[in-house]
Nanobody, 117 residues
């Protein structure tokens, strides 16, 4: 069982930055892929960024060049640095952990990000 707790969301003006954190209850070296997803009102949940246990990263086209995913293995934490935010980034952001040995995807409770002037 893996528990994920997100933090760092909030209200930010367009052009601003936020850093989201996702703390895992287990060593993230056990986790094959950790990712951030987001869901805006009335829309489906979409993938934002992923990072593998080996450190490989991938991003949605809409956030490339603006968002950076990273991990701190000793702290069992994954981060999402978000720069140049715009109103279209407004959503609830969810942390996800894929553990192949568990045959499970784990989800956090989500953190709200609102970009507005």
């Amino acid at each position: 069982q893996v528990q994920l707790v997100e933090s760092g969301g909030g209200l930010v003006q367009p052009g601003g930055s936020l850093r989201l954190s996702c703390a895992a209850s287990v060593s993230i070296l056990r986790v094959n892929v950790m990712g951030w997803y987001r869901q805006a009102p009335g829309k489906q949940r979409e993938l934002v960024a992923t990072i593998t246990s080996g450190g490989s990263t991938s991003y949605a086209d809409s956030v490339k060049g603006r968002f950076t995913i990273s991990r701190d293995n000793p702290k069992n934490t994954v981060y999402l640095q978000m720069n140049s935010l715009n109103p279209e980034d407004t959503a609830v952001y969810f942390c996800n952990a894929l553990v192949i040995s568990d045959l499970r995807n784990y989800w956090g409770q989500g953190t709200q990000v609102t970009v507005s002037s």
